[in-house]
């Protein structure tokens, strides 16, 4: 029987390693990724996936009038910054991170009910409906690039919500010794001494990765 | 189509071809970036740069690829989730006073935008120059919330071009 990381791919194969998943302790982690035990699925139920559930086509009909939030706004905005960056237009960069940062201070008032659970909770909503929703829709629509956002976006998340059960179950004690590392190319987070050589993810060099002090928010 | 040269300051480590190649003197500067104003699109320094530190950009984006409205919404609404998760990470990460747990939460905040940015990019916003950005920036001063950066904005649709 063959395992696989739902994060980054690596395949448990329990005749190579001779010893069975279930045997191995709740606090092992993919020695890949970090991943923790319960992200893993055993690899033969993954070729038939997505028959089942959340069937139905576009539940939203937006029709390009949706209303962006001040949070959505200011993604939007600084990912312009980021791209006039990526065109060496510096000035240009600049104002759109202001309006960013002015709307990223706006959005700050909603949500005043944050709790370790909400965000694990929304994490969840993400992996089990809304990333299978849009990956079937940009399917579909055959949208490659939605659909490598979708995936990665997905497998981002999903390490989030995974890190949040290990620190819920190991509190500081996960974090002593080791860095929080960031792939500033897709987001994925990496508890260790030293990032890892290729991002799990989206494979961008370690240099990608930066070291995240808290408190710079 | 007219292009013109760019030098990446990370990978560059002044090996100086450039400045021997460039039939202007537009590499030779005193802030290493290149003068775009002298820089003809040749393309000689990019092709001498042992570093790989130059590339050659069109001065003009192509319009982007169309977006599916169906698609766009799907991922506004993934966005607008990943936007709240970076918003209660953030605010989490404020209250605590465990140096480790503050650490992680920040990461999963900024991680969280990284994500959403990269939807929205998908959703139609991955050029600057592309007509719903100006779109977007005119609709938001035609009703500017309070403090809004307004002069910015009106910057950024004068500087930009439109090119689709
Ligand atoms: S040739 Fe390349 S490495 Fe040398 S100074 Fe020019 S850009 Fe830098
Ligand atoms: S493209 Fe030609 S003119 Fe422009 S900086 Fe390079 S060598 Fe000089």
């Known amino acids: 029987m063959k395992y696989v990381c739902t994060v980054c791919g690596h395949v448990y194969d329990e005749e190579a390693e001779k010893v069975p998943f279930s045997s191995l302790p709740p606090q092992w982690t993919c020695p890949r990724c970090g991943a923790e035990k319960a992200m893993f699925d055993p690899l033969e139920e993954k070729k038939e996936r997505g028959n089942d559930g959340s069937t139905d086509e576009s539940p939203e009909q937006g029709q390009g009038e949706t209303k962006l939030s001040a949070g959505v706004l200011a993604a939007v905005f600084s990912n312009l910054a980021r791209g006039c960056e990526k065109q060496y237009k510096a000035e240009e960069a600049e104002l759109f991170a202001k309006i960013a940062a002015f709307y990223t201070s706006l959005s700050d008032d909603d949500d005043t009910d944050a709790s370790p659970e909400s965000l694990a909770a929304l994490a969840q909503e993400d992996i089990s409906s809304t990333y299978p929703a849009a990956r079937k829709t940009a399917e579909n629509k055959m949208d490659r690039g939605a659909l490598r956002i979708c995936t990665w976006g997905e497998k981002v998340t999903r390490i989030a919500r995974s890190l949040l059960s290990q620190y819920r179950k190991g509190g500081e004690e996960l974090l002593r010794e080791s860095e929080v590392w960031l792939c500033t190319v897709c987001g994925f987070v990496y508890i260790g001494r030293k990032p890892p050589e290729l991002c799990p993810v989206c494979k961008v060099p370690s240099w990608k990765f930066t070291n995240v002090e808290g408190g710079e928010m | ?164």
């Open chain 2, 1 to 164: 189509m007219k292009k013109t040269a760019v030098r990446n300051l990370r990978l560059c480590t002044k090996d100086c071809l450039c400045l021997y190649v460039c039939p202007t003197g537009a590499t030779d500067t005193e802030n290493s970036i290149i003068d775009t104003d002298k820089c003809t699109g040749c393309g000689d320094c990019a092709a001498a740069c042992p570093s790989g530190a130059i590339s050659m950009v069109v001065t003009h984006y192509p319009p982007q690829q169309q977006k599916n409205d169906d698609v766009k919404s799907i991922l506004t609404s993934l966005a607008e989730n990943r936007c709240r998760s970076e918003r209660i990470a953030r605010q989490l990460a404020r209250k605590t006073d465990r140096p480790g747990e503050k650490k992680l939460l920040t990461a999963i905040a900024i991680s969280s935008r990284l994500v959403a940015e990269d939807i929205m990019r998908e959703a139609g916003f991955m050029l600057p120059q592309s007509r719903c950005t100006h779109e977007l920036l005119e609709k938001i001063l035609a009703d500017p919330p309070q403090g809004f950066p307004a002069e910015a904005a009106r910057k950024l649709l004068e500087m930009i071009e439109i090119n689709d």
